[in-house]
């Protein structure tokens, strides 16, 4: 069973940046794609941004598109989210799997925008 493990999070100011990690152990781990989701309270669990894994190809969601980066470390077995310009908006928990996703999510990890 693979297990995903996110950080990074944290609480910072509106227009600073925060870059998110997501390492993932245990089986074999051979996704086609990786994605970031969030969940902001009272709200549903949405998409952020995806990668391939072997390609390299990357997707976002209009509200992050030219904000965020999404990146990942085959070797490392490792994605990472670089969020700039952050908004209140973007305040969440996030998480990080497979996408499309799978059942298994981790822990998440908190980001929290000030105004």
């Known amino acids: 069973q693979v297990q995903l493990v996110e950080s990074g999070g944290g609480l910072v100011q509106a227009g600073g940046s925060l870059r998110l990690s997501c390492a993932a152990s245990?089986?074999?781990?051979?996704?086609?794609?990786m994605g970031w989701f969030r969940q902001a309270p009272g709200k549903e669990r949405e998409f952020v941004a995806a990668?391939?894994?072997?390609?390299?190809?990357?997707a976002y969601a209009d509200s992050v598109k030219g904000r965020f980066t999404i990146s990942r470390d085959s070797a490392k077995v490792t994605v990472y989210l670089q969020m700039d310009s952050l908004k209140p908006e973007d305040t969440a928990v996030y998480y990080c799997?497979?996408?499309?996703?799978?059942?298994?999510w981790g822990q998440g990890t908190q980001v929290t925008v000030s105004s």
């Open positions: 799997n497979s996408h499309p996703p799978s059942a298994a």
């Open positions: 990668i391939g894994w072997t390609s390299g190809r990357t």
């Open positions: 245990g089986r074999t781990f051979n996704p086609a794609n």
